[in-house]
Each structure stands twice: as structure tokens, then as C-alpha cells.
């Protein structure tokens, strides 16, 4: 996990902690061991293993967790995705950030699996967009990767889009991309959103690195695929979801992107169960 993550985690812990865990530091002391598993309470595919350890190393450095599975393996509900066992406040304090991004890792990446299976095209890579949680990213942007997508620009700062505004604020397909070519090295690509043929036609003139199809239907963009060069790569996007995800399959282009899969998070059930040191049974999940 990158140092980004890292600060990132940091700052969750204290949103959630603050100046300390009033309910667990009034009732264990500080030496006070403990042991706790992970459950699945659904089926689905297990993303974010490695942000329990994170988590824990952060807070104290006095709790480990040992994972049952790797990340991007299907699981089934009543599995047991990991164990924990160290300090109770330390376990007490990283479970609610640690299941939060368990939860919302895995219904990502579980939603994006769904996706590839329901689109059930291999030439067409499916990928993620900027609508993220803000702060999130990292975290939605791996969790697309783990459930067998791809990752889209991660920022205004590391791809060119021009998008309708764009365009109208230069003039034209053409001058917007003229522009940019004259300032950004070779290893920046350049996407052109279009809608019409004949922005088709200019981008393509204008060698666009990447056209995107906006909110075009399935044989719009089957046969705008057909006049697009090899060297071009074509992205669809814009009001396709679940249900008419499967239509855009054998259209030619190379890149899907769905805002749903970070956008409209289901979290993926999983609960943190204290666990009976001497016979191993569990109690109730704490509910934090």
C-alpha cells in the first residue's frame, strides 16, 4: 500500500477515534489480549485484505491479522476472510475503518465481476471513472483492478479529456487538441468525448489518441468502431448500466466505462465476531 493510502487511512482513524475510544478504554487495560475473526455475510469477491494489517499497524503495531483469503477470490457467505488477535483496544479502535473499507472494497469489486460476466465480451476491457467517494479513490480505484476491471485517468492530472465544455470553450475538436499537443509531452494521451459523426470525423483528423462514444446506442457506436483507424482506441460511455450493459458487447470498442461502479456502491456484508479463546466460539458481532 502506497504512502498516499497510508496518510489517507491515518485520517479515518482519526475522524473516527479522535482523542481515544471512550467505550474501550474505560472498560479493558492497556495490556488486555483478544482474538476475533471476519466473516462473509454474502456471497461476493474479497477486496481490501491487506488495509486490516494497515489499520492495526497504524493504531499500535500490537494486533495482527491473519488473512483466510486473498484478495480477488469469490467467496461464499459464512466464510471466514481472517483472524485477528493482539491487544482488544487496538482490535476494538481499527474495526469499524477496517470493515467500513472491506465492505465498500468488496461490494466494488463484486460489482465490477458482475459487470464483466454480464457484458461476457473479452475484447472489451471495462474500467472505472473519476465518480468516486472523495478521499476514496485509491481505495475504489483498487478495488475496481481486484474485481477484474481497469483503472481510467486517476485524476485530472494524469490524462487529457476533452469533454463537450472543453470544446466549446476552444472552438472545436480540432483546436483543443492543437492546443495540447503543442504542450504536453509524448507519454500523455489525449481522449476526445464525442456524440456526433461528424465530431467522429474531426477527432479522428485531429489523431485523437483515444475517442470516447458519449451516450451513444449500441449500433451507433458498432459502426462508428468501423471508420475509427487501429492506431485510435474508442471508449464507450454514458447511460449503460446492468441492465443494457450486454447490448454494447461485439461493438468494436476497446474500453467500457461505468460510473456505477464506484458511484453506486452496495457494501459487501462482513462482521468482526470476538471470539471465545478457549473453545473458539464465536458471540455476537460488535456493531460499532
Known sequence: MNLQAK???????????????????LIFDAHEQASGI???????????????????????????????????????????IG??????????AGERVILNLLQRMSGIATFTHTAIQTLNDATIKICDTR??????????KLAVKIGGGFNHRSGLYDGV???DNHIAYAGSISK???????QIGQMV????????????????DAKADIIMFDNRTPEQVAAWTKLVPETILTEISGGITLDNLADYAHTGADYLSLG????????????????????GETNLPYVG
Open 7 to 25: 496518510e489517507q487511512l491515518n485520517a479515518f482513524l482519526i475522524e473516527d477515534i479522535g482523542t481515544g475510544d471512550l467505550s474501550s478504554d
Open 38 to 80: 471476519f466473516i462473509a455475510k454474502a456471497d461476493g469477491i474479497i477486496a481490501g485484505i491487506e488495509v486490516a494489517q494497515q489499520v492495526y499497524d497504524l493504531l499500535s503495531q500490537d494486533a495482527t491479522f491473519i488473512p483466510a483469503v486473498a484478495d480477488g477470490d469469490s467467496i461464499k457467505k459464512g466464510e471466514i
Open 83 to 92: 483472524r485477528s488477535t493482539g491487544n482488544i483496544r487496538t482490535l476494538l
Open 131 to 140: 465518480k468516486t467517494a472523495p478521499g476514496l479513490r485509491y481505495f475504489d
Open 161 to 163: 479529456m476533452l469533454k
Open 176 to 182: 483543443a487538441v492543437e492546443k495540447v499537443r503543442q
Open 189 to 204: 494521451k489525449i481522449e476526445v468525448e464525442i456524440e456526433t459523426e461528424a465530431q467522429l470525423l474531426e477527432a479522428i
Open 260 to 279: 456505477a461502479l464506484t458511484h453506486s456502491v452496495i457494501a459487501f456484508d462482513i462482521s468482526f465476531n470476538s471470539q471465545n479463546g478457549e473453545k
